[in-house]
């Protein structure tokens, strides 16, 4: 099994984090990970996004133009990445903003209104973990437990106190993914 | 125990610097590789192992302090990325003609120039054909994975201790930036000995002299050809390469460092095609790989050398195969900041030998 994903949005949506918690859940589960972000002046405000592979053989290339599931949190980022999907992969968003939707019809399209249900459960923050969440539920690589595992391996432990919210809108984002 | 970790090349390599016993590192900041110097300076290794970490005030100032300390026989590192690697080759060929050891670390950067921060392989000519003046080699290493980033480490303190010569690990911004999964060695305790060379206090003892000078053209020839003596014993005990489905192989990719990863995916689309195409992976580039390539050239139809330049390593592939004209042999690369896919080489790929 290899999962070829890129996380894309706005710089501060906590996409790269979002992927280096993947990628540990991934090590936790014993599999291969990559993780290669863009870096540079595209990061400071603008569009950020990283590639994150898990498999459980070794990983060749861990720079990739075609991906298994596209990860959208901006529209500029559904305009980039939509066509990057392989035909039968997945498209997950949160609709926050997005005016142009998604227009394939082979690949399997999904929405997450993860923003506003964290602005409803009042942690804004833990968004990006709703996300993850709508995606573990469609494509269940790695178990929750292994996610908070990796979740904790990844934060310094002055802020494991908040691992529990993280974990309670990770089980969120599963029941809201449509 | 080794210790699994999920770090970005650049830490990775910091990390193990001062887990292979390194006595000091000296730097500058510039992008991509500034975690280098950030995760040293976060990590206090002074309170670890003893081993200093200072940045200077330019990237001259750090090959001298490099320079200096080396000369006291310290195992002692700088890194910087392209732009900051030319500003230290004067230092460099300096170390390398006063017969010193020193590990550098170039995480590559497109230029040239001030370029762009983004990934590329165009520092192949200037890392392993001198770059600085006067005829000298570096020892150059090219990781092409995050663990190979921590691994080389301890190896080229070794191989620059070895042959007291300055050993260039030359990354790129691709390796240095991304996290995977990397399996650390132990603790080496940072050695105690003192090489017979060292200048570092002459009670009791006759002086020792490092320098690079010699005003007397008889002499400096003499040393000259000591140096060459040196690389011609790097090349035959130290190639190192790594073969990638080349046993069946009717074509051949070239290909080192994050291109070789990339190369290793647009292999996957050949061989699903039914193209039987096969990698070899420089781990040196100099010395060059070049009688494993000969060897394997005989059987090729084609060989394809990849970088993220506008053709550099593909002159040593050319020489490596002079014996079998009949061989094409051909270059693809994106570059100055731009990386190719692996989409982009199994095309280029496709054309050049008319396949597609």
Redesign the interface.
């Known amino acids: 099994m290899t999962e070829e994903i890129i996380i894309a949005g706005f710089g501060g949506q906590g996409v790269l984090s979002m992927g280096?918690i993947l990628?540990?859940s991934g090590?936790m589960q014993d599999m291969?990970?990559?993780?290669?972000?863009s870096?540079?002046?595209e990061m400071r405000g603008g569009t950020a996004n990283v590639t994150v592979i898990l498999s459980d053989k070794e990983?060749?290339?861990?720079?990739?133009?075609?991906f298994d599931t596209a990860i959208i949190l901006n529209q500029q980022s559904l305009d980039k990445f939509e066509q990057s999907v392989k035909p039968g992969g997945i498209l997950l968003y949160d609709n926050n903003g997005i005016s142009v939707k998604p227009s394939r019809t082979d690949i399997k399209i999904h929405v997450v209104e993860a923003t506003a249900e964290a602005a409803r459960m009042g942690s804004p923050k833990v968004f990006n973990m709703m996300v993850l969440g709508a995606y573990l539920k469609l494509r269940p690589i790695v178990t929750v437990d292994n996610v908070i595992a990796g979740l904790k391996?990844?934060l310094p432990a002055r802020h494991h106190h908040l691992l529990d919210e993280n974990k309670a809108a990770l089980i969120r984002g599963m029941e809201i993914v449509a | 125990m080794s210790e699994i970790r999920l770090m970005k090349g650049n830490e990775a390599i910091a990390e193990a610097a001062i887990r292979a016993g390194c006595d000091a590192y000296f730097g500058y900041p510039i992008t991509p590789q500034s975690e280098v110097m950030e995760y040293l300076m976060a990590e206090r290794p002074e309170k670890r192992t003893g081993m200093i970490v200072l940045q200077a005030e330019s990237e001259v100032a750090a090959i001298n302090m490099v320079f200096g300390a080396a000369a006291a026989g310290k195992r002692v590192m700088t890194s910087s990325s392209s732009p900051g690697i030319s500003l230290k080759l004067e230092g460099i060929s300096y170390i390398a003609g006063a017969d010193l050891p020193c590990v550098i670390l170039n995480v590559a950067r497109g230029g040239p120039g001030l370029g762009t921060i983004q990934p590329a392989q165009s520092d192949y000519f200037q890392a392993v054909k001198g770059g600085g003046h006067g005829d000298y080699h570096m020892l150059v290493l090219a990781p092409a994975s995050v663990q190979e980033m921590a691994d080389h480490m301890p190896l080229a303190f070794d191989l620059a201790f070895k042959y007291r010569t300055p050993v260039m690990i030359l990354s790129d911004g691709v390796i240095g930036q991304t996290m995977e999964k990397v399996k650390l060695f132990d603790q080496m305790p940072r050695s105690t000995e003192v090489p017979q060379w060292a200048v570092c206090g002459n009670a009791g003892r006759k002086n020792r002299i490092i320098t690079s000078l010699d005003l007397d053209p008889v002499k400096k020839e003499q040393q000259n050809l000591a140096l060459q003596a040196k690389y011609q014993q790097m090349r035959e005990n130290e190639v190192r390469y790594e073969k990638y489905l080349c046993d069946d192989a009717d074509y051949l990719m070239v290909a080192y460092g994050a291109s070789a990863r990339i190369a290793k995916k647009s292999i996957e689309y050949a061989r699903e095609k039914g193209i039987k195409v096969g990698l070899l992976r420089p781990i040196t580039l100099f010395p060059f790989p070049s009688a494993v390539i000969a060897e394997l050239a005989k059987k090729m139809k084609g060989i394809l050398s990849v970088e993220m330049s506008a053709g550099q390593m593909v002159e040593d592939v050319l020489l490596a195969t002079r014996q079998t004209p009949q061989v094409p042999v051909k270059h693809f690369g994106r570059y100055g900041g731009v990386v190719h896919s692996p989409e982009e080489i199994f095309e280029a790929f496709l054309k050049h030998f008319n396949l597609g």
């Open positions: 280096k990628a540990y090590i291969e990970v990559s993780w290669m972000p870096y540079g002046p990983i060749s290339s861990p720079v990739l133009t075609r391996k990844s």
